[in-house]
């Protein structure tokens, strides 16, 4: 039977071309790292060169070499397009590796990082500041931190209406839409109550990158952004072995609940943090990993750092062409990109 | 370690005491005392519900037991860090639901998560040696390379099973591996786990075909009403009292021929209430195409037999859901079958002979209908001569039979006949065939007979 299979499928010798393309998958693998890392760099480079204001090259190479140049431009150049571009790469690296965080371990490829919670939390959170115009002392915007908390209480909510003692997907995934519907009459409640500020909170909820967002932002998201990422990367391991089933992973030696909840509050603290800083940017925790997977194989130790330069690059350009298209929201380039692209993964899925 | 409540190491590499599984703290089974000892594939059946599965996850530990005590080698499960705990006990539950995308060396190797260091990429040279093992015990070395998508059922499974090879296991548990595989595929794996359990794994299946476990399995152990109600050699589990209590079904249990293994054969269309009028069909060799699915339409109550399991006519007779009497593959029709023919033969209405060939190895359909009084219809051409493999006792019987009354009809005629019967029921019907022309207005229309008025005919003289 091996025979005939043997001979129909892999011609003579298929063993030894198992032990080299066994070891091709991890040179492809690192050259995708190699190029989307050259991507990102260029892609970055081209953020901070063009915007609304012309930059020449020559003003970009003064300030990369220290020279005198226009204080005017060195302000737009290192208050505003530097962090900028630099906070599309963290929320799109963070919006990228939760995707693939959520898609492990809900075994389910519609998962993404609002999936549960995070962005019904986060926009009521938001909304309430927004409309009550809450600040710190200082006046310095509460919305990131109300948006943040409630994210992270949604999320809470639904963890603890799902049970986390046994872990049930399918409740967790019910209890998310649940809470999220709620959450959203909410928001919609307290719309109707204070509609004048109703384009403001509607505005954020878009998604955007663009200023007052600057380098106190970015400096207060790394941090969290850092612990998430690094939490996924050391779970990777058995994040792959989870996609297997909770069943299997712990008869692999892997405690399915402990790693389950590490995964998803790694996740949470990624999509919290980018949604609290930056708003709701769709399609992004959802396409890039499956762009990720169809470049580099179900193995999601590969998927995650693919997916995180992926996003970055993603989010750079997408930032760029809303800089450029007159500074409408991220959020509508992601959904204008991610919409089309996911519909073709949908067919594409069918067809197979 | 107190005697009795612990099992001694050496025989013994996973054992349950005094255990009771369920989940959410009610206990489904309890009073089980289990051990599986290496090279041992054991088979574990039982009704749906009966918590076999139930019992399977919790000797994997995925479960907490409600009450009772596992043992893996010489300690307790809990006892044991969940790698260290993987690398002598492997689970493979019923639908894991792997990626398409994964090749079967990548999903493989996931097998050896359990001996690399936690946190870490890649593979070592030993964990390359010991994956190409894993492959090559499961027969799965030439699928290396190919994703899974585009692998068979039962090649899947296999690859399971590999998967699991590479966590170099002691104890293999296996949640229903056969149950969605095609019937080469069912064989080809349960060969693979009785090669495995004689390589020394010990091997513990949930199985739902009860003639695959009783053919594979060194043993067999039945859960059924929250009990273990037997664990032994396959001949001594299988009963017919045992298969009645557990699954609430009526079987004859034959013997293979050739393994010897005991076979369950299910006892379908005796004892049912009837309405409409029940015909017995002799067929095999394709001599049914026609006359199995045409009487079966018409609404009769029908049943074909003895047939071989492995013959045509049987499956479309399964296929027309017609039940059938059968007889293990290439075997000949053995005392318990003619005796359950016998039994049908007294229900009917009428017997028909399909034209179909007869040899020693079936010869024994003609003998039971001979013997009994119920009218026969003998479809020809071809005639018996024909298809008469029997050395001329097929003739003899055929020759007696048509002396008892037996009707000869071409196979359009008796269609055309039983079709016009079912008119009216055909016990009202009855032509009364053989006494007198007189009393039967039309003997060009003859019906199926009734059987009281063929006895009392033929009791007459």
Redesign the interface.
Known sequence: MDLIDGSKLAPAGSQTDGGRSASSPDRRWLLHLVWLTAAVILAAALGVRYGTVPISNRILWHIITGQKVEPAMRTILLQMRLPRVLLAIGAGAGLAASGVAWQGVLRNPLADPYLIGVSAGGALGAGMAIAFDLQWPGGVSAVPACAFAGALLAVGVVLALAGTRQMRIERLILAGVAVGAFLSACLAVLLVWKSNRMPAVYFWMMGSLAPPRGWPDLLRAAPYLAVGWGVLLVFAGPMNVLQLGPERAHSLGIDPRRAQLALIAAATLLASTVVATCGMIGFVGLVVPHMARMLVGPDLRRTLPVATLAGALLLILADLIARLAGEIPVGVVTAFLGAPFFLFLVLRERSA | MTSGSSPSAAASLLSARNLAVGRGGRAVVRDIDFDLAPGELVGLIGPNGAGKSTFL?TL???LEPVQGRVFLLDRELPGY???????I?????Q?????D???V??LVA??R??HVR?????TSRSDERAIAVALERA?A??????PLGTLSGG?RQRVRIAMALA?EPMVLLADEPTSALDLSGQL?LMLLLADLAHQGLGVLAVLHDLNLAAQFCTRLVLFSDGRIQGDGPPAAVLSEESIARAYGVAVQIAHHPRSGAPYLLPRIALNRPSRSSRIHLVAGGGSGRRLIPKLADMGYELSVGVLDAMDSDQQLAADCRVPTLTEAPFAPISETSVRLLGDILETVDAVVVAPCPFGPGNLLNLEAIAQTSVPVYLVAPPTIAERDFSGGRATMLYEQLERNGARVLSEDELLARFQAATTRPLRESLPDEGTSASSAPSRSSVEPGHRAAERGAREGP
């Open positions: 996850a994997s530990g995925v860090r969940p790698r260290a705990r993987a690398r006990l492997t689970y493979l539950p639908n894991p639901g792997e990626d995308a994964f090749t060396a990548q996931i097998g998560t359990p936690p946190f870490s990429f890649g027969g070395s030439a699928w290396a390379d190919r090649q966590q080809d």
